[in-house]
């Protein structure tokens, strides 16, 4: 996969309304980054990554649940990250694990 997938990731952002524009992240251990409208920078994904990598990288289903299930737990504000626009974990939901 080139680039780390960036033209993968980039057509589910698009598919899911996510705005902004993606790409390789400058920042070391990080996959993607994204610069949202309003200016802020959010990097994602982790990179290099062990074993199997992203949904997007291994499409197994099983994982994914895994996974899911997981990050469902962490929190940012006593909400959970993966519905909060402002974390990482937010944009590896629905870009990497979707």
């Known amino acids: 996969m080139s680039e ?6 980039k057509n589910i952002a698009r598919n899911t309304d996510i705005e902004g524009k ?6 070391k251990g990080k996959r993607f980054m994204i610069t949202r409208p309003d200016g802020k920078i959010i990097h ?9 990598g992203a949904y997007i990288d291994h499409g197994d289903d099983k994982i994914k649940k895994a996974w899911r ?9 006593g909400k ?11 944009y590896s939901w ?5």
């Open 4 to 9: 780390r997938g960036l033209q993968i990731v």
């Open 22 to 27: 993606i790409e390789v992240s400058s920042r």
């Open 44 to 52: 994602f994904g982790l990179y290099p990554f062990t074993g199997e």
């Open 69 to 77: 299930k997981r990050h469902s737990k962490i929190l940012k504000d």
């Open 80 to 90: 959970p990250a993966y519905k909060n626009k402002d974390s990482p974990e937010y």
């Open 94 to 98: 629905h870009i990497l694990w979707n």
